[in-house]
């Protein structure tokens, strides 16, 4: 992975973690509802796990078991792996990963303060993961994928964790047509999701090279532009220059008003240029890992 698009990412999501977001605010909330989380479901863990960073809602296409193991790729808050441990039960796992420490860090307290007892947070990248070969029953993301520069190298990892047929049921962003160029070489819009995205064929091209079979990549028919309900405190992470070190619009990043201010206002232009719905879809990416 590039490191310099690696350290924007850890930034601008650090940020975001530091933010405060909840599903107490209704921007926020109903971005979740957008992409198909429902009311009971953000009732049902804490407010502070819901920062209004998804596409989808993979816990819903996963067929989770009691007793299963589940891994949460980018895990952030917490948000789906506390929907998966309600499905997986107390005989079962839910693991976050997350290369943010931040996220970690804010993903952990809401444990703690939930009393979750079948859950646990890493700080670790997808390409490297702390858990055993063939450990994983399921294996679960939201928009996170696209955020990572060298698919391929996650690709064979999340393959080496999960236990032969294991499945991949991961909720993303994939292109219908390539980007504009200055979308494409835009930082911000990869950290909000778009410009890392690949198409509906290099993703099936990767997940077989990979190894998996029976993939399934469908377009769940979500607005993308739902990220404009959050106003001034959603859409996806205030991005930070990693070598200026201050905002897309050049304020300091020290200003967390300011700061909020210039990525969404970024975002804004950037939506009011294209519409990400004709450049791209809200997926859902099925496939399993052969016995």
């Known amino acids: 992975m590039s490191e310099t698009i690696t350290q924007v990412v850890k930034k601008g999501y650090g940020a975001v973690a530091r933010e405060g977001l909840s599903s107490e605010n209704e921007g926020i909330a109903n971005i979740a509802k957008a992409f198909g989380y429902s009311q009971a479901e953000l009732n049902s863990i804490p407010a502070q796990a819901n920062m209004g960073l998804s596409c989808g809602n993979p816990t819903a296409m996963a067929s989770l078991q009691p007793g299963e193991c589940v891994v949460d790729l980018g895990s952030g808050g917490g948000l789906d792996v506390f929907l998966a441990a309600a499905k997986v039960g107390a005989g079962g796992r839910a693991i976050g990963i997350d290369m943010t420490e931040d996220m970690v860090a804010l993903a952990r307290r809401n444990a703690e303060k939930s009393d979750y007892q079948n859950v646990e947070f890493h700080l670790a990248e997808i390409s490297a993961m702390p858990l055993e070969t063939n450990s994983v029953d399921c294996i679960i993301s939201n928009c996170v994928l696209n955020l990572v520069e060298d698919k391929d190298a996650a690709l064979q990892e999340i393959f080496r964790v999960l236990k032969p047929g294991g499945r991949l049921a991961i909720s993303d962003i994939a292109l219908k047509q390539e980007l504009p160029k200055a979308v494409r070489e835009d930082v911000a819009a990869w950290t909000a999701c778009i410009s890392g995205a690949i198409s509906f064929d290099e993703n099936h091209t990767k997940l077989i090279a990979a190894g998996f079979s029976g993939v399934i990549i469908t377009d769940s028919g979500s607005?993308?532009?739902?990220?404009?309900?959050?106003?001034?405190?959603?859409?996806?992470?205030?991005?930070v220059d990693a070598k200026t070190q201050s905002s897309c619009c050049g304020s300091s990043v020290n200003d967390d008003a300011a700061k909020k201010t210039a990525y969404h206002d970024h975002m804004a232009d950037l939506m009011e240029n294209i519409d990400f719905n004709e450049f791209a879809a809200s997926v859902k990416i099925f496939a399993i890992k052969p016995e």
């Not at 607005?223 to 991005?239: I, K, R, T």
């Open 223 to 239: 607005d993308l532009n739902s990220y404009q309900e959050g106003g001034g405190d959603g859409c996806c992470a205030p991005v």
